[in-house]
T-cell receptor, first 112, second 114 residues
Framework: NAGVMQNPRHLVRRRGQEARLRCSPMKGHSHVYWYRQLPEEGLKFMVYLQKENIIDESGMPKERFSAEFPKEGPSILRIQQVVRGDSAAYFC??????????FGEGSRLTVL | DAKTTQPPSMDCAEGRAANLPCNHSTISGNEYVYWYRQIHSQGPQYIIHGLKNNETNEMASLIITEDRKSSTLILPHATLRDTAVYYCIVRVRDSGAGSYQLTFGKGTKLSVIP
């Protein structure tokens, strides 16, 4: 059984560019969560989505960040006009309903 | 903010049992206790969860006190590969509409020593 798949695993962007991170949940999972981990810091919740709906975006920065989970295809975390402070590991997790979350290996964004 | 309190670090000798404590004195009746770990910079790994009964799986055992205000994660025979940060998290489950995200605290950094 394939786990949560995230790509790219590593992404380098220059300041002002856009970053798109993709997450394919485990088979049968319809709930997706995005977390961010800054260097040497803990995991911070960003957003929780179900198919075509954002359920909780209380952890998302107000500007430049957006997330979607379309009916078909992976969930996308989009960061516009990246700045150096966006450099972090971004983890996606999925769950069946309200069950336990299973995490991917993360996407590591470096902003030059 | 996380609703749990854990010691920042612990050491355990390889082959011995690792007992990781967690206090969650304000836990609600519909909140479960979850344990995750993060090895180096990998994605967090689910270990076990429970509501009020003790639980055991192939990775660990979870002991929850009768008043549910604290719990202990037990790794019965720690190996070097168990060196990680362990997170104890309380989380609502099966309560209808709402957010079921996990709130991670600082966790306990477990070092397994040869």
């Amino acid at each position: 059984n394939a786990g949560v798949m995230q790509n790219p695993r590593h992404l380098v962007r220059r300041r002002g560019q856009e970053a798109r991170l993709r997450c394919s949940p485990m088979k049968g999972h319809s709930h997706v969560y995005w977390y961010r981990q800054l260097p040497e810091e803990g995991l911070k919740f960003m957003v929780y989505l179900q198919k075509e709906n954002i359920i909780d975006e209380s952890g998302m920065p107000k500007e430049r960040f957006s997330a979607e989970f379309p009916k078909e295809g992976p969930s996308i975390l989009r960061i516009q006009q990246v700045v150096r402070g966006d450099s972090a590991a971004y983890f996606c997790a999925s769950s069946v309903g309200t069950g336990e979350l299973f995490f991917g290996e993360g996407s590591r964004l470096t902003v030059l | 903010d996380a609703k749990t309190t854990q010691p920042p670090s612990m050491d355990c000798a390889e082959g011995r049992a690792a007992n990781l404590p967690c206090n969650h004195s304000t836990i609600s009746g519909n909140e479960y206790v979850y344990w995750y770990r993060q090895i180096h910079s990998q994605g967090p790994q689910y270990i076990i969860h429970g509501l009020k009964n003790n639980e055991t799986n192939e990775m660990a055992s979870l002991i929850i006190t009768e008043d549910r205000k604290s719990s202990t994660l037990i790794l019965p025979h720690a190996t070097l590969r168990d060196t990680a940060v362990y997170y104890c998290i309380v989380r609502v489950r099966d309560s209808g509409a709402g957010s079921y995200q996990l709130t991670f605290g600082k966790g306990t950094k477990l070092s397994v020593i040869p």
